[in-house]
């Protein structure tokens, strides 16, 4: 993964989150933005996994909980030679996992129980595999990091749309009121327009990268190119009721079934991950 151009597009993401501050409230607003990037930054080193598995509703298991997963996930990071991870269950029957964590020593891993209970035993170990090659690469703190100030973007567009569209923002005449408010409502449309298409630029990578180390972990790339294609028909059969700004979280992409969104997707296309898949065989 270009970590280079990863920083890059961190930092595009920080100045877009001020930016929308500053149309919001000027130099004020700027400020504010400014400030909550930063706390967003401490608090998502430090508490972004709490935040993402407390959004989900997941529940952290033990071995007596579900002994296949954890066995799984035991046998794996042995493979790995990684630290065990906190396990979670998402109660929910639609079928995808996430990984999130600072760093390896404090990861953890979230299934739904939709996943557990439908794929087989060769299937779940892609699934986990993959999960454990995002933390193995190190890229489970940027994508937590990515999903909140995303978030705060998205909060802020959303604050500026409608005090725009009430007259909340301008200058000194009526004009200016109206040119401003125009202004601040065009940008708070565009704004999490951006924000998802820097998380698109972050997450596709990320995902061919996970899946060949999966693919590397198990030793049977087909378990995982069969899983992708059975999450793939659950999500749009049954989408998941997920935020967009922790979307790219996800194995596959919980909004799928949602034809507007699916145009921008934070993931690869399903079908060139199993194509890549079934080409390591």
């Known amino acids: 993964m270009n970590y280079f151009k990863t920083a890059v597009l961190l930092i595009a993401l920080t100045v877009l989150l001020i930016w929308v501050g500053s149309m919001f409230g000027g130099q004020q607003g700027a400020f504010f933005a400014f ?61 995808n996992a996430f990984a999130t964590g600072r760093n390896p020593r404090h990861a953890a891993v979230a299934v739904t129980e939709g996943l557990i209970n439908s794929l087989s035993r060769e299937e ?79 997450s596709r990578s990320r995902e061919y990268a996970a899946d060949s180390g999966s693919a590397r972990l198990t030793g049977n790339p087909l378990g995982l190119a069969s899983a992708l294609g059975k999450l793939h028909q659950a999500a749009i059969a049954r989408p998941m009721h997920a935020g967009q700004s922790t979307a790219h979280l996800f194995i596959v992409n919980p909004l799928s079934g949602r034809s507007f969104m699916s145009i921008f997707s934070t993931h690869p296309p399903v079908e060139e991950r199993i194509k890549r898949l079934r080409a390591m065989v």
């Not at 401490?42 to 935040?51: A, G, L, M, P």
């Open 124 to 202: 779940l170990k892609g699934v986990i595999g993959h999960e454990l090659s995002h933390i193995r690469n190190r890229d489970i703190l940027i994508s937590t990091i990515v999903a909140t100030i995303a978030g705060a973007v998205m909060m802020l567009a959303n604050i500026a749309r409608w005090g725009a569209m009430f007259g909340g923002y301008g200058g000194r005449g009526e004009e200016d009121r109206r040119g401003g408010g125009l202004a601040v409502l065009f940008l708070a449309i565009l704004a999490p327009l951006a924000a998802l298409l820097i998380q698109m630029a972050i």
């Open 35 to 95: 400030a909550i990037a930063m706390c967003m930054n401490f608090f998502s080193y430090w508490f972004s996994d709490k935040i993402v598995l407390k959004m989900y509703g997941a529940s952290e298991i033990s071995e007596r909980d579900s002994p296949t997963y954890y066995g799984i996930v035991r046998e794996l990071t042995a493979n790995a030679d990684l630290p065990m991870p906190r396990m979670y269950i998402i109660p929910t029957n639609s079928m």
